[in-house]
């Protein structure tokens, strides 16, 4: 999704919890938490949120040259119809709702906004309602993804490949973000597929399907992965083979 300074993404909620991440530009989110605590905070490049299945939330561009990330849900069948709208309501129950004559909310929209232009927030404390009954949330719905030291191992250069490896616990969904990638899965009974990927392009692969990634490009490539699970598993080829009893075969020295 892309937003334009001050553009609006009215409040809504979904069915499925809802995984992003900022690929450009900056972003402000809203959310109202279980508890009834108020969540305002400036997302950047690199940045993800996580809001659970229910939870409503707005979104708001930031950056003049725009804002752009990627939505994640984790229902296959996720539909953007499906999703629940504040300003849906206010046609029929509004009034109802309030117990007050149905003209004192003539201004307000009939029909859904979905996204509209909004003007340029100021800053958090600007913005953050107060009044009887209004607290912060304890909870924390933004994560900064890129301040995390980062795992360092060699390659990752043209012609780098990540190693053979698979996922017990879920299947992994890949964004590419920069560079050209080749991924080759091996599925049962001697079967195989590879595929060549750019920015913007989606890859799956099945749990326990084993696979690898080559950089094919002239640069490094950067890819995110993304897995249905709490925990991140995963098993190498290389590790297996070098840490199998040598009874069950003869072990690799390059993977000792």
């Not at 392009?201 to 950067?222: L, Y």
């Amino acid at each position: 999704m892309r937003l334009d300074e001050g553009v609006i993404r009215e409040l809504h909620w979904h069915k499925e919890a809802e995984w992003a991440y900022v690929l450009e530009g900056s972003v402000r989110i809203t959310v109202l938490d279980y508890e009834a605590g108020n969540f305002i905070d400036d997302l950047e490049k690199g940045d993800l949120w996580y809001i659970s299945s229910g939870v409503p939330h707005a979104l708001q561009g930031l950056s003049p040259n725009g804002s752009e990330f990627l939505l994640i849900f984790d229902d296959g069948h996720f539909l953007e119809e499906s999703t629940f709208i504040l300003t849906d309501w206010f046609g029929l129950v509004i009034a109802k709702n309030f117990h007050l004559a149905p003209e004192i909310f003539a201004h307000v929209p009939a029909s859904e906004k979905y996204i509209f232009q909004g003007s340029k927030p100021g800053s958090i404390d600007d913005e953050m309602p107060h009044g009887r009954g209004v607290k912060k949330s304890k909870y924390q719905f933004k994560h900064r993804m890129l301040t995390q030291k980062p795992k360092v191992t060699s390659g990752g250069e043209p012609g780098a490949i990540r190693e053979m490896h698979w996922h017990p616990n879920a299947d992994e969904w890949s964004f590419f973000i920069r560079g050209r990638a080749r991924v080759t899965i091996f599925a049962a009974e001697g079967q195989a597929r590879t595929s060549n990927y750019v920015p913007g392009d989606v890859g799956i692969v099945p749990k326990n399907m084993g696979h690898f990634v080559e950089n094919i490009g002239d640069e490094p490539f950067e890819m995110l992965e993304v897995f249905r699970a709490d925990e991140f598993r995963d098993f190498s080829l290389c590790q297996w083979m070098g840490e199998t009893p040598s009874q069950n075969g003869r072990r690799l020295p390059v993977c000792r």
